[in-house]
């Protein structure tokens, strides 16, 4: 599974202003409803039941926030790099500043886990997260994530 089965140019947001957790959080499930046509509360409502069972904050400034919707019909990617970073109540404890958003449909048992670890590894690329803070472009941003590992790795 590739990052760009799961994002579209539309699913990126270079600049989110947001000053706390929630307000991405809403934010987020603002512009997810808006492409994938589910209600906006039902998307922030499964978020933030995720986010009770603990941070979707992994650390050294990134977010991963996640959630599983009935009537989905497909994984679901939105990428955002904020203005400011804000307190995510991250394991580390520091701001997040680039938050990968998933969303699966309840049937997606495997391939929702296997997009999860797609975005972990991809986030977990120093230099790619580098780019990404250094961007502020739809398209750049989309590039550098949709960028195949092989390419990377030249």
């Known amino acids: 599974m590739e990052i760009a089965d799961l994002l579209s140019p539309q699913g990126v947001i270079p600049n989110l202003r947001a000053t706390s957790k929630k307000q ?10 808006e492409l994938t046509g589910m209600h906006e509360r039902a998307v922030f409502d499964v978020l933030l039941e995720r986010e009770r069972l603990g941070t979707t904050g992994v650390g050294n400034g990134i977010a991963i926030p996640h959630g599983k919707l009935a009537t989905l019909d497909r994984l679901h990617g939105l990428f955002a790099r904020l203005e ?27 391939d929702h886990l296997k997009a ?24 750049g941003l989309f590039a550098l994530l949709t960028e195949s590992p092989a390419s990377r790795a030249a």
């Not at 804000?86 to 938050?99: A, G, H, K, M, Y």
């Not at 999860?116 to 398209?139: F, H, I, P, Q, Y």
């Open 116 to 139: 999860l670890a797609r975005v972990s590894r991809l986030l977990r690329d120093k230099g790619v997260c580098e780019k990404l803070r250094g961007t502020d472009s739809c398209e």
């Open 24 to 33: 991405a959080l809403q934010e987020l499930a603002r512009r997810a409803a």
């Open 84 to 110: 400011r970073p804000i307190n995510f109540e991250s394991i580390d404890e520091q701001p997040v500043d680039l938050i990968f958003l998933l969303l699966a449909p309840e049937s997606a048992g495997a």
